[in-house]
């Protein structure tokens, strides 16, 4: 299938379901939900890591890219669930941490040792001087000194999390080998992990910002990704491949994803991610403003469409807050409708859907109370920076309760009446949402106005009609407050997408933008029963979402 028709569901292992009562959620899990995905209709699933890893960052610190970590069970149970979810029509995407591995893996071990072969795999700095003013996106210095190297390592995320050293062909051959490993076992996917990072620049210490500059979107990213193409992935043309880049550009995602530069298929950006930063600063609460989050959607929609570039559609994922919680509405009398809002107004853009497990039941975010019923490192670090900035506890609890990435965390609750949400037979390692008696999957399946269903019916849509996967882009109304307008086109057809992003009824006359002819086309998908319309008016309720074709 073409990658414009398909949607991909991103799994969270060890919060996806607990097949041996560890309170972890493991491979097995995975394999055991399988149906639960076919009846939704997904393609493609993207699992994020699983490789040995002691777990440092859940899985994002690589001990060993071609063992699986025992956590989540053994080869044999990998290879079971492939041949499964084959069988079914589902394909795998599984997560290449390359930009680091842990201060585990036996290279970085050996590196400890002395072996300067394998220090060269890394970025060491000689001396005890920091090398730069490059700083951790964990929080604190990226350089760890090893006095008994009397050398710095460079790490941008965790200190156990070391950045490879792409500039030595050596590393780059490795990591070739490991994709061909996993391509040999039949995977049809990859996501690459901050793979705009990977080219570290010249170190020049500006003495000013935190480094990013110098190390996002290095010049021979390019060349890199053209290598590992043409030697690996590429030779399939079936294969999807995915790049999460961090902070990046309009222009440098168009190079990354071009359909005739032969690099990733497609890439993940956030910057629409990043419309409740207060002064682009994380962690910070904010109000979002819709105009700002269309400004940023729909350039990136125009300008990579521009390029011929392709991205990846999404709200949420593992290091994200629950989208109804954060761009809807999480209480009940709105959770259901602003959420099936939500993913119209996401999933009819042009791209690729990306849909985070729970996120088709309306999962909000977790109400954790006490700084112990997180586990994320990010989480823990910045507790305690934003306690010695001067923030008393309780603010500091406040951001964690919009910020943490723990919200996304939290174990899938597959049904109502059991203790631990029927996602394990024990005490899961995170913490459930506290509303799991209504909200599950159980009720999901069992409710035929359930969000599952009009995430299954979006999923179909796309597949049916080529305008969803082909069709151009054109935004409308950009400096309304409450609504989001667009249409997509393929001659001669049109598509129209309205959604109201807020609890008012608001008016919209068509005919002052020219688009009353839609009136009179089909209703391909409603959040509503029915429409309210006077002459050329709409008369939108709160979070309505409507989406008429002229086809
Ligand atoms: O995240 C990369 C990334 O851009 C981070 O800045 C991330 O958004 C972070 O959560 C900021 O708050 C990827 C993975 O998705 C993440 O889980 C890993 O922790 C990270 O890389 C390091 O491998």
């Known amino acids: 299938m073409h990658f414009n028709k398909m949607s991909i569901y991103q799994i969270?292992?060890?919060?996806?379901?607990?097949?041996?009562?560890?309170?972890?959620?493991?491979?097995?899990?995975?394999?055991?939900?399988?149906?639960?995905?076919?009846?939704?209709?997904?393609?493609m699933i993207w699992i994020t890591p699983f490789f040995l890893s002691p777990q440092r960052d859940n899985g994002y610190d690589v001990a060993d890219y071609y063992q699986i970590d025992p956590l989540f069970g053994t080869m044999a149970d990998f290879e079971e669930l492939l041949a499964k979810g084959k069988a079914l029509g589902i394909e795998f995407m599984l997560d290449m941490v390359f930009n680091h591995t842990s201060t585990e893996h036996a290279w970085f071990q050996s590196a400890l040792a002395g072996d300067e072969a394998k220090q060269?795999?890394?970025?060491?700095?000689?001396?005890?001087?920091?090398?730069?003013?490059?700083?951790?996106?964990?929080?604190?210095?990226?350089?760890?000194?090893?006095?008994?190297?009397?050398?710095?390592?460079?790490?941008?995320?965790?200190?156990?999390?070391?950045?490879?050293?792409?500039?030595?062909?050596?590393?780059?051959?490795?990591?070739?080998?490991?994709?061909?490993?996993?391509?040999?076992?039949?995977?049809?996917?990859?996501?690459?992990?901050?793979?705009?990072?990977?080219?570290?620049?010249?170190?020049?210490?500006?003495?000013?910002?935190?480094?990013?500059?110098?190390?996002?979107?290095?010049?021979?990213?390019?060349?890199?990704?053209?290598?590992?193409?043409?030697?690996?992935?590429?030779?399939?043309?079936?294969?999807?491949?995915?790049?999460?880049?961090?902070?990046?550009?309009?222009?440098?995602?168009?190079g990354?994803?071009?359909?005739?530069?032969?690099?990733?298929?497609?890439?993940?950006?956030?910057?629409?991610?990043?419309?409740?930063?207060?002064?682009?600063?994380?962690?910070?609460?904010?109000?979002?403003?819709?105009?700002?989050?269309?400004?940023?959607?729909?350039?990136?929609?125009?300008?990579?469409?521009?390029?011929?570039?392709?991205?990846?559609?999404?709200?949420?994922?593992?290091?994200?807050?629950?989208?109804?919680?954060?761009?809807?509405?999480?209480?009940?009398?709105?959770?259901?409708?602003?959420?099936?809002?939500?993913?119209?107004?996401?999933?009819?853009?042009?791209?690729?859907?990306f849909i985070y497990q729970g996120e088709e039941i309306g999962l909000p975010n977790a109400s954790f109370m006490d700084i112990h019923q997180y586990r994320d490192v990010e989480t823990h670090n910045y507790y305690q920076i934003l306690r010695e900035k001067g923030l008393v506890h309780d603010a500091v609890m406040k951001i964690l309760a919009v910020k943490s990435r723990d919200h996304g965390r939290t174990?899938?609750?597959?049904?109502?009446?059991?203790?631990?949400?029927?996602?394990s037979t024990t005490e899961p390692w995170l913490g459930l949402i506290e509303a799991y008696r209504d909200i599950n999957v159980e009720d999901a399946l069992q409710d035929n106005n359930s969000i599952f269903y009009h995430y299954k019916e979006l999923i179909a849509m796309r597949k049916a009609y080529s305008i969803i996967s082909e069709g151009e882009i054109i935004p409308h109304l950009m400096e309304h407050s409450q609504l989001m307008v667009y249409e997509r086109r393929l001659f001669p057809q049109r598509l129209l997408v309205i959604t109201n992003f807020s609890k008012n009824n608001v008016a919209l006359d068509l005919s002052t933008v020219a688009l009353e002819e839609f009136l009179f086309g089909d209703m391909l998908l409603h959040n509503y029963t029915y429409s309210v319309v006077q002459n050329s008016t709409l008369h939108l309720r709160p979070y309505e979402s409507l989406c008429f074709a002229l086809i």
Not at 17 to 42: P, R
Not at 165 to 172: L, M, P, Q
Not at 180 to 192: A, E, H, L, P, S
Not at 411 to 423: R, T
Request: overall charge negative; cysteine-free; hydrophobic content about 40%.
């Open 12 to 43: 969270y292992p060890r919060s996806f379901y607990d097949s041996n009562g560890d309170g972890v959620g493991d491979l097995a899990g995975i394999t055991a939900k399988l149906d639960y995905l076919k009846e939704l209709g997904i393609d």
């Open 120 to 254: 060269a795999y890394y970025i060491f700095r000689d001396g005890a001087e920091i090398p730069t003013n490059w700083l951790s996106k964990f929080g604190g210095s990226a350089w760890q000194y090893v006095s008994h190297l009397d050398k710095h390592y460079l790490h941008l995320f965790d200190v156990t999390q070391a950045d490879l050293n792409w500039k030595n062909e050596a590393v780059r051959q490795e990591l070739i080998k490991v994709i061909n490993y996993w391509i040999d076992k039949g995977v049809m996917g990859f996501r690459f992990d901050v793979i705009n990072l990977i080219d570290k620049g010249d170190f020049i210490d500006d003495n000013h910002g935190d480094g990013r500059k110098y190390y996002t979107d290095g010049v021979r990213v390019n060349d890199y990704l053209t290598e590992l193409n043409k030697l690996s992935f590429g030779k399939n043309p079936t294969m999807v491949t995915v790049g999460e880049m961090s902070s990046t550009t309009i222009e440098a995602a168009v």
């Open 256 to 353: 990354y994803s071009a359909r005739l530069e032969n690099r990733l298929r497609m890439i993940f950006n956030f910057h629409h991610l990043k419309v409740d930063y207060e002064a682009g600063e994380k962690w910070s609460v904010k109000q979002f403003s819709l105009v700002e989050l269309k400004k940023i959607l729909f350039d990136w929609q125009l300008g990579v469409q521009a390029g011929d570039g392709w991205q990846a559609l999404f709200w949420s994922n593992h290091d994200q807050p629950r989208v109804v919680s954060r761009f809807g509405a999480s209480d009940p009398a709105y959770r259901v409708i602003s959420a099936k809002m939500l993913a119209n107004a996401m999933y009819l853009l042009r791209g690729t859907p």
């Open 411 to 423: 174990p899938m609750p597959w049904s109502g009446g059991d203790a631990h949400a029927g996602f």
